[in-house]
Structures are given as structure tokens and as C-alpha cells.
């Protein structure tokens, strides 16, 4: 069955120290690679995106992401964080479903809290 | 720009009963989803509805369920409440495809 893992559940970083978030997806074809956040107190939204193209991405605040296709992977980082990146991120997988229909998969999530 | 909205806010029912949640997409948007947000299980995918077509449904027994409406609005439906069924119920919209979705700030289901 298709998956996305997300191996970190909960990760806390001192302020200005570099982050690296694992995403690794079950699936051979095409996909389209997403990652959301969500804020305490906000709905989800979206970070970044790769459909094609540049495998390596860039989304807001500073975050970035890496698409190694040969590794199913789509890891999410950032040089230097800051409190304000304390929230829960999401990777999520878009796989085509057949009949030309697709579904969406998401990981379980990672807590990041940012230490002052 | 209005975002996805959703009502109600808090919902409390007891096992055995039935409720419907709201959801209404951003103008323009055609493609609602509904996921379940159970504490440390992730987003679980429930249903994809598009121009008022089920498109996918997730691992869920068939007491979910829902339509979407002409003005794409849509409802989501749970029969027969479990105590499991507890959770926070994420809608989202999008353009027709697989595209970005955004999110709307959920109805909290509780069931006791």
C-alpha cells in the first residue's frame, strides 16, 4: 500500500540550529511532493511543493526541500530556525489512483519545537 | 479572499448518533476533501469530491459519507457513531487536479 513516512515525531532545536525533517513515500510512479504546516492556532498550509523539474525547492520563511527520486524521498530543511517555526509539519503525496483519478497521502506529522 | 470555512466549530455526540459537518470551499475552487485528524495518526484521506462527483474515498467503512452540493459546497456524514470516530475533521478545496489544497480550521467531533 502507498505511505509516506515521516520518522521524526517530535524534534526540539535551540534557536539559529540547522533542521532536517525525513519524508520517505512508497510509490514508483510519478508523484507530486508536498509539505504543509500548521501553526498553533492555524489551519494547515501549505510550505512547499514540487510537481517537476529542479528537484531541490524552495518555500516560504526560509525552507527548503529535496526531491531524490532514487531515495523516495523529500526531506524538508532549513539552516537556521527560529521560534517562530515551532509548529507540526506534514509531508504529503499525491499518486495517481487510477482512472485518472489520485489521492492524497499524508505522513503522521512532525512536532517542531524551537527553543529562545 | 475567503478561505475554506467550516461548521460547526465543537461537536458532542454520543455512540449510536449521527452528525453532519460543513464545509465551503474557496470561490473557484471545485474539488473539496475531507480528512480525519486523530491524535497521532496523521491526516487520514476520507473523500474527494469533484463538480459534484465522488472521486476517491478513503479505508472507511461506508457510514461515512457525503455529497457535494451545485454551488460545491459539501457535507460529510457519520452513521453510527463509534467512540473512535473522535477526532478533528479537516476539509480542504482546491482547482480541479492535483493541485495545492487549503485547508479550513476544522470541526472537533467528540463522541462519548
Known amino acids: 500500500a502507498q505511505s509516506v513516512s515521516q520518522h521524526n515525531h517530535h524534534v526540539i532545536l535551540s534557536e539559529a540550529a540547522s533542521l532536517e525533517l525525513g519524508c520517505n513515500y512508497s510509490y514508483g510512479g510519478t508523484v507530486n511532493l508536498f509539505w504543509y504546516v500548521q501553526y498553533p492556532g492555524q489551519h494547515l498550509q501549505l510550505l512547499l511543493k514540487y510537481f517537476s523539474g529542479d528537484p531541490l525547492v524552495k518555500g516560504i520563511k526560509g525552507f527548503e526541500a529535496e526531491f531524490i527520486k532514487s531515495k523516495f524521498s523529500f526531506n524538508l530543511r532549513k539552516p537556521s530556525v527560529q521560534w517562530s517555526d515551532t509548529a507540526e509539519y506534514f509531508c504529503?503525496?499525491?499518486?495517481?489512483f487510477g482512472s485518472g483519478t489520485y489521492k492524497y497521502i499524508f505522513g503522521t506529522g512532525t512536532r517542531l519545537k524551537v527553543l529562545a | 479572499e475567503a478561505g475554506v470555512t467550516q461548521s460547526p466549530t465543537h461537536l458532542i455526540k454520543t455512540r449510536g448518533q449521527q452528525v453532519t459537518l460543513r464545509c465551503s470551499p474557496i470561490s473557484g475552487h471545485t474539488s473539496v476533501y475531507w480528512y480525519q485528524q486523530a491524535l497521532g495518526l496523521g491526516l487520514q484521506f476520507l473523500l474527494w469530491y469533484d463538480e459534484g462527483e465522488e472521486r476517491n474515498r478513503g479505508n472507511f467503512p461506508p457510514r461515512f459519507s457525503g455529497r457535494q452540493f451545485p454551488n460545491y459546497s459539501s457535507e460529510l456524514n457519520v452513521n453510527a457513531l463509534e467512540l473512535e470516530d473522535s477526532a478533528l475533521y479537516l476539509c480542504a478545496s482546491s482547482f480541479t487536479g492535483p493541485d495545492t489544497q487549503y485547508f479550513g480550521p476544522g470541526t472537533r467531533l467528540t463522541v462519548l
Open positions: 504529503a503525496v499525491n499518486a495517481p
